[in-house]
């Protein structure tokens, strides 16, 4: 992480009308300076970072090039951002070329997200008119976890992405979003348990697009919030093992109740298998300093289909397709189950590997 001391100062180049997700481009760069905390006026270096205001690109930049003092970061022979020291300028760039690094856009540099958990070269695009909606898209895309469901990852993200942008143009808040999804999650549960699960699961699917709007809304419009964060995350974190206990409530009234010591297993396993494998990740995190859904391609490939709400949900839609809701929720506690042994491999398969002195990284690092 960049010193706060050694920060450069936003210095933005020229003027841009056309606006994206309801601001302009000046006023986007300045809360993605405000977000890293960049100073008002220039280090005692004389730090600064010169923005174009002609170019759009993914927040990724701005902090990858906060790390690389004397770095141009440029799109063929247009200079998109550069981090200067000792008062140079981008008027001195061409007469001090062997004192500056150059990267080109296209070349198509990649760089590794940890946040996102993905490896990519982020966009970098001419703001005009013409590209404002292409460049939404593309910033809206680039807020994507790389690695994340099967359902979040190629079901819902262009409804998502309406969604998103009606809501930036309305100007609802991430926390605003999260709020509605509450009370759809709030709902849902109450659906369950009644044995309405074709409205509970209407209910449902709604909160988990929102569920991806609120972050998306909140990365495109740099609107993010500690506490918008800890709401979106705890309400996250908190409802799946309400929603599974409902659903098997309300089997009674599609005459499929389970018995008592089969859902006292089926509860078990769902409700302990989920919490463990979250005290897993946590760990991982702890103790390697990254999600384990990253560390190896499989993990990645897994972190599809692990047995979390989503995936769930999945499975207990076609089962009640099938008129059976029970057989449904007894496969979401033997998925769990599975997922959970998968999880704790991964476990005992990094400590291995650290006890044998080999470092744990992530594939996309390595790459």
């Known amino acids: 992480m960049t010193e706060a001391a050694t920060l450069p100062a936003l210095s933005l180049i020229g003027d841009n009308p056309t606006p994206l997700w309801g601001m302009s481009n000046a006023e986007r760069l300045r809360r993605l300076a405000r977000a890293e905390r960049l100073p008002e006026t220039a280090s005692p270096t004389g730090a600064r970072l010169f923005v174009n205001l002609d170019y759009v690109f993914d927040p990724v930049w701005l902090r990858h090039m906060l790390t690389l003092p004397g770095t141009v970061l440029m799109d063929g022979s247009d200079l998109v951002m550069a981090h200067l020291t000792g008062g140079m300028t981008p008027d001195d760039v061409a007469a001090h070329r062997g004192a500056v690094t150059v990267i080109d856009y296209r070349d198509n540099p990649q760089i590794y997200n940890r946040q996102l958990r993905k490896l990519e070269c982020p966009f970098v695009q001419r703001l005009t008119p013409g590209t404002r909606r292409e460049i939404e898209r593309r910033s809206y895309f680039g807020a994507y976890k790389g690695v994340t469901d099967l359902l979040t990852k190629y079901l819902w993200p262009e409804l998502a992405l309406w969604l998103t942008r009606f809501a930036a143009s309305i100007g609802m808040t991430p926390n605003m979003v999260t709020a ?3 009370a ?11 044995g309405h699960y074709w409205t509970g699961m209407l209910a449902a699917f709604i909160f988990m697009v929102f569920d991806t709007v ?10 993010s919030s500690k506490w918008g964060n800890v709401a979106d995350h705890g309400v996250d974190l908190v409802h799946p093992p309400f929603w599974w206990y409902f659903w098997g409530v309300g089997l009674g009234t599609w005459g499929l109740a389970l018995s008592d010591r089969t859902f006292l297993l089926v509860m078990i396993a769902v409700v302990a298998g989920y919490v463990l494998q979250r005290v897993i990740e946590g760990m991982f995190i702890k103790d390697f300093g990254m999600d384990v859904h990253v560390w ?18 999945a499975i207990l839609f076609f089962a009640t397709l099938a008129g059976r809701p029970d057989v449904g929720l007894i496969a979401v506690a033997w998925w769990t ?3 959970l042994v998968v999880h704790a491999v991964q476990l005992v398969q990094a400590y291995a590997e650290r006890r044998a002195g080999r470092p744990i990284t992530s594939w996309m690092e390595d790459a």
Do not use: E, H, M
């Open 214 to 223: 609120d972050g998306k809304l909140a990365r495109c419009t740099i609107t």
């Open 184 to 194: 759809l999650c709030v709902y849902a549960t109450y659906l369950f348990a009644y």
């Open 337 to 339: 189950i599975i997922s």
């Open 180 to 182: 509605i999804g509450a």
């Open 296 to 313: 190896r391609r499989f993990d990645s490939q897994f972190r599809l289909i692990t047995a979390r709400r989503n995936p769930n949900i």
